[in-house]
């Protein structure tokens, strides 16, 4: 189905441990983002990538890594996971800077 | 000043009442303003642009003034389905750079 699509949709993990996030858009857009939300705090871009192989840091990229070698696809990493990791995870998508569609969220929660 | 503020509510209002938020934003050179709209637990879902000209979507009116550095949401009619999250999201136009507000709550009470 068309569309964007992350996987899990909900995940617990321990401390230390790595821990990848997908996300996939059927659309070929240009830009994808991940974002993490907390209360508090609203939305807060962690990376972006404005085409494949093009990645670029957001407000909070310490402690994740991302990659993009296919258009479609943007995965999140988490290398060693920490407590405050503990989020709700967006990845989005758009062909150029306006309206972004957003795929379903990641609940992690680091133990 | 933040890049993009908005007043965090909760707007409590009574159904069949008109509602208003403003969001403010620090750069002058932005371009490009939206509405989202997040029901909770949900991904935010695009409500509508916000042309220089202001525009209007049935109950929604969504205006922008450049000169006072901020955009509106006005809903006319509540209805409770309308009660959700309201994110103002600010294109910078300097790196790439996308910034959404922390959003109002809006509580449409029966």
């Known amino acids: 189905d068309a569309g964007i699509t992350q996987s899990p949709r909900y995940k617990i993990t321990e401390t230390g441990r790595q821990v990848t996030l997908m996300c996939h858009q059927t659309?070929?857009?240009?830009?994808m983002f991940w974002y993490r939300q907390d209360l508090g705090h609203g939305l807060r871009l962690i990376y972006y990538?404005?085409?494949?192989?093009?990645?670029d840091k957001g407000e909070v990229p310490d402690g994740y890594v991302v990659s993009r070698s296919k258009t479609e696809n943007f995965p999140l990493t988490l290398e060693s996971a920490t407590r405050s990791q503990t989020s709700v995870y967006f990845c989005?998508?758009?062909?150029?800077?306006?309206?972004?569609?957003f795929g379903p969220g990641t609940r992690l929660t680091v133990l | 000043r933040k890049e993009v503020e908005q007043d965090p509510g909760p707007f409590n209002v009574p159904e069949g009442a008109t509602v208003a938020f403003n969001c403010t934003y620090s750069n002058s050179a932005s371009q490009s303003f939206f509405w989202y709209r997040q029901d909770c637990r949900k991904e935010p879902k695009l409500l509508m642009s916000?042309?220089?000209s202001g525009n209007e979507d049935g109950r929604f009116t969504a205006q922008l003034n450049r000169a006072s550095q901020y955009i509106s949401l006005l809903i006319r009619d509540s209805k409770l389905s309308d009660s959700a999250t309201y994110l103002c999201v600010v294109n910078m136009n300097r790196d790439d750079k996308i910034i959404f507000g922390k959003g109002t709550r809006l509580h449409i009470l029966p």
């Open positions: 659309w070929s857009h240009s830009y």
């Open positions: 990538s404005a085409a494949a192989d093009i990645t």
């Open positions: 916000v042309y220089s």
């Open positions: 989005a998508s758009t062909w150029t800077l306006g309206e972004q569609f």
